[in-house]
T-cell receptor
């Protein structure tokens, strides 16, 4: 069965800390995505990657960076966490091809920055 | 600006009712429309629609796309408490196949 795994379900960090959110997929997908989801704002794309070592900015990349050293792993980094980064973070992956729009999501990480 | 609007924002029904969720869109270079169900945390894929008038069906759920009027509906018949979730609609558009998400419809099915 298809699986996207996010390392933590809940995370509490302090303002200014460096935060790593990890995502691993076992489907050999080329494409990986990081979203944040906030009430009233829906899903917003932070960064995405179409291949190893490649990254593209999404709609709200400020305050975030990403790393994709291996095909199966896509990490989201908050260099210096701030309270406005408190959110639900969702990782997703998809394959390249005619149905590449079909995203498979991880279970999400609820991050609280205090 | 590309946009996807879902209605209603929330809905409360009783078990056994039939519900219709709406998703309208205004995008440049439409590619496809996707429906997802989000319970607790992870959205799970329901349907992908690319052609008008062709109904997609899975059990009690069905969906159809109207590319002339720019909307899709998701129908759930004989609702169950397990159908309680947020239903998300997304449209794939543009040469870069970007996903534009609606805000979702929160459905609560009461016993």
């Amino acid at each position: 069965d298809v699986k996207v795994t996010q390392s933590s379900r809940y995370l509490v960090k302090r303002t200014g800390e460096k935060v790593f959110l990890e995502c691993v997929q076992d489907m050999d997908h080329e494409n990986m995505f990081w979203y944040r989801q906030d009430p009233g704002l829906g899903l917003r794309l932070i960064y995405f990657s179409y291949d190893v070592k490649m990254k593209e900015k999404g709609d709200i990349p400020e305050g975030y960076s990403v790393s994709r050293e291996k095909k199966e792993r896509f990490s989201l980094i908050l260099e210096s966490a701030s309270t406005n980064q408190t959110s639900m973070y969702l990782c997703a992956s998809s394959s390249t091809g005619t149905s590449n729009e079909k995203l498979f999501f991880g279970s999400g990480t609820q991050l609280s920055v205090l | 600006e590309d946009k996807v609007v879902q209605s209603p924002l929330s809905l409360v029904v009783h078990e056994g009712d039939t519900v219709t969720l709406n998703c309208s869109y205004e995008v440049t270079n439409f590619r496809s429309l996707l429906w997802y169900k989000q319970e607790k945390k992870a959205p799970t894929f329901l349907f992908m629609l690319t052609s008008s008038g062709i109904e997609k069906k899975s059990g009690r759920l069905s969906s159809i796309l109207d590319k002339k009027e720019l909307f899709s509906i998701l129908n759930i018949t004989a609702t169950q408490t397990g159908d309680s979730a947020v239903y998300l609609c997304a449209v794939v558009a543009g040469n870069n196949r970007k996903l534009i998400w609606g805000l979702g419809t929160s459905l609560a099915v009461n016993p």
